[in-house]
């Protein structure tokens, strides 16, 4: 359904349809995308990494960035590819977190599993004694 929103990018007023992105930016974006994907897929480039290919095209790493994270660039085609984990920021290849954030989450959510249990039990062991006045 189609609705009013301000582009990501310019902030102008649009009806998005599909994308956070107005048309004249989508257009632009595509452009720096053939740019960016005709650098790499140069057989000298393809081992090149995200600060690399912005120095040598100019387009924001940001965008890059949200590229390989719509699969539109794959590291499987072209290794040296990588973006921050959205947690700590470590270069990764794949996925939204790297491995010892996923750890972390793990270990956390284990914890406070077992800390619930824990109370559950309490409060099925506890008993309330009442008395008159």
Known sequence: ?????????CGKLFVRTTTNVCPSCRREHEQLFDL??????????RMAS????????????KLIYDWIREGRLTPAE???LKYPCKSCGTMIQSGQ???SCQK??????????EQEKKQQEVQKNSRT?????
Request: charged share 30%; net charge negative.
């Open 36 to 45: 960016v994907y005709d650098f790499i897929r140069d057989r000298d480039n």
């Open 104 to 113: 972390k989450i793990q270990t956390e959510l284990r914890t406070f599993t």
């Open 78 to 80: 072209f290794p040296g």
């Open 50 to 61: 995200v600060p690399e290919i912005h120095e040598a095209t100019e387009v924001e790493e």
């Open 1 to 9: 359904m189609a609705e009013l929103a301000n582009c990501n990018y």
């Open 97 to 99: 977190l790297c491995t």
């Open 129 to 133: 004694y009442y008395t008159k006045k």
